[in-house]
């Protein structure tokens, strides 16, 4: 056995998400999974590699009890990880410095690491502080062909942010962004709160009556029918405080859509990836920039020329190829 996969937490979540769309590809196909945090009691799995899938809280209930269990697969064999929404300067001096501790021990266990831009390889090397740094792979998010079906009139005049509803992501920032367009402009969030803030779905709505308007939340939605909302809105909006590598700008694009995104790092870098994929906006730009788009609804849509990459297919042979270096 070569490589087994450690994949822990709910199938909804973003990250077993992505990890387990990429393991159903025919180059990972043949992987072992392991829908948990260890490898098991003997006679369990020893494989060349462990694969870890990893964003901290998936790991456990504290950076230093997610570093512990990674630790423990390390002990048994080699391990190499997938990291997800590094530690930053936004999520304020205490909480980073409690993450950045975690993740640097996760580092120090794994013969390699695989991040999916190069801004959060620079967050990875800021964590790490000038510590030993093991080979570093970044593997874009997929990006899969677009629906690029005919546009159409939107079927409400929404403005819209897409994903799970937490603290940071934008939904009251566009809110705020909202506050001089007509009343009769909708706000729809499309997803559901992440656990533990549910309260985040009333001031949402609260924030909306306030201004004279109607917010939508649709809570959780099914693939398809998140496509079908992704399509019908008016404008799609990318606008999180913190700054990591969006699956939600991955899916307004896979329904054919160009989100207005508010500048930052990683949607540069992906504007830069595939010219044309969003529509860049700086933050104090976005009220007239939703006005611009609600005038314009074409430019929320992807023109056909735009190339879009890299798909599912083409990031998990990636990962093929990484793994089994790092498995020799």
């Given amino acids: 056995m070569s490589v087994v996969h450690l994949v822990p937490g709910p199938g909804s979540h973003g990250v077993v998400r992505h990890a387990l769309t ?6 990972l196909t043949g992987s072992p999974v392991v829908r948990g945090r260890h490898l098991g009691s003997p006679p369990g799995l020893h494989p060349r590699l462990a694969h870890l899938h990893v964003t901290d809280h998936l790991w456990g209930e ?58 959060e390889r620079e967050l990875l090397l800021a964590c790490l502080d000038g510590g030993p740094v093991p080979p570093v792979e970044v593997v874009p998010l997929p ?23 937490y603290p940071g992501k934008g939904h009251l920032d566009v809110l705020d962004a909202m506050a001089g367009l007509p009343p009769s402009t909708g706000f729809a969030a499309l997803g559901a709160h992440s656990r533990g803030h549910d309260d985040l779905v009333g001031a949402v709505v609260a924030t909306a009556r306030a201004q004279g308007r109607v917010a939508r939340v649709t809570g959780w939605l099914a693939d398809a029918a998140m496509h079908e ?30 989100p207005l995104a508010t500048t930052n790092p990683y949607v540069v870098e992906l504007a830069r990836r595939c010219p044309g994929s969003v529509t860049l906006v700086e933050r104090d730009d976005l009220p007239a920039a939703i006005a611009r ?25 990636t990962y093929a190829d990484v793994l089994a270096g790092w498995a020799r």
């Fill in 22 to 27: 990429l393991l159903a590809q025919p180059p």
């Fill in 293 to 317: 788009a609600l005038a314009d609804p074409s430019s929320t849509w992807l023109e056909p020329s735009v190339t879009i990459g890299p798909s599912t297919a083409e990031a998990a042979q």
């Fill in 143 to 165: 990006l899969d062909a677009p629906d690029l079906s005919p546009s159409r009139p939107p079927g409400s005049g929404e403005v819209a942010v897409l994903g799970y509803l």
């Fill in 229 to 258: 909302e992704a399509r019908r809105v008016a404008v799609p909006v990318v606008a999180p405080v913190h700054v990591s590598a969006s699956g939600s700008v991955g899916s307004w694009i896979a329904a054919g859509r160009r």
């Fill in 62 to 119: 504290s950076p230093d009890a997610a570093a512990a269990a990674v630790e423990r697969v390390a002990q048994r064999c080699p391990v190499s990880l997938t990291l997800h929404d590094l530690p930053q300067e936004g999520e304020g001096a205490e909480r980073r410095a409690r993450r950045a501790a975690g993740y640097r021990r996760m580092v120090a266990a794994a013969r390699g690491v695989v991040v999916a831009s190069e801004h």
